[in-house]
């Protein structure tokens, strides 16, 4: 089984639609996270969950909202979608909240038109 | 705003060579990581150092924290095409505030 899973594994939508991306992690972990990796490869923590508490809130716009029905879960939904939001968005876990021995999904790779 | 900056940004070796990345910081760091990732692929966490001096290894790669807390390097003793991928450090700056480098895309040529 996958440990943490992602769907859907490409997106593609045109601008000013909503969109949803889920995560669901099956090791047990406390924390759960998502990651947004541009062209370039840049890496940016944009949200993380702890017991589906809210701990980490980076600076993104606020049309994109985490959601966390259960531990075993974080959702992504972006509002109004803009052509700057394309990138890959990973999701992970992890036990402990400080980034230790995480595990990721494999990505969803956003494209907006 | 504090940054990661790591060296090279790209590499190319022959099988068997030994290699070092570098992650450099202006800033003391609470705690770095490394991640490796596959083209086209997630991201695997690699290892976490947290103390000054402190030296970890995995497999055929060790990293090191220097004492100051604001340099870690990243080698890989006699390399293989399976450690052909993107190498990113990742630091910890302040409470749940995370960084991360710019990426340093390594080929290893059979």
């Known amino acids: 089984d996958t440990a943490v899973s992602q769907t859907p594994k490409y997106l593609v939508t045109q601008m000013g639609n909503d969109k949803s991306i889920k995560c669901e992690q099956n090791?047990?972990?406390?924390?759960m996270y998502w990651y947004k990796q541009d062209s370039k490869k840049f890496l940016k923590i944009m949200f993380s969950?702890?017991?589906?508490?809210?701990?980490i809130n980076e600076t993104v716009p606020n049309r994109f909202s985490p959601k966390s029905p259960d531990k075993a879960h974080l959702n992504l939904h972006i509002n109004s979608l803009e052509l700057g939001d394309s990138a890959v968005y990973f999701c992970a876990s992890s036990q402990d909240s400080n980034l230790y021995e995480q595990y990721f999904g494999p990505g969803t790779r956003l494209t907006v038109t | 705003s504090q940054e990661l900056e790591q060296s090279p940004q790209s590499l190319i070796v022959q099988e068997g060579k030994n290699l070092t990345i570098n992650c450099t910081s202006s800033?003391?760091?609470?705690?770095l990581y490394w991640y490796k990732q596959k083209y086209g692929e997630g991201l695997i966490f690699l290892m976490m150092l947290q103390k000054g001096g402190e030296e970890k290894s995995h497999e055929k790669i060790t990293a090191k924290l220097d004492e100051k807390k604001q340099q870690s390097s990243l080698h890989i003793t006699a390399s293989q095409p399976s450690h052909a991928g993107i190498y990113l450090c990742g630091a910890e700056v302040s409470t749940y505030k995370y960084i991360f480098g710019t990426g340093t895309r390594l080929k290893v040529l059979a």
């Open positions: 969950y702890n017991n589906k508490e809210l701990i």
């Open positions: 090791l047990g972990h406390d924390t």
């Open positions: 800033k003391t760091l609470y705690g």
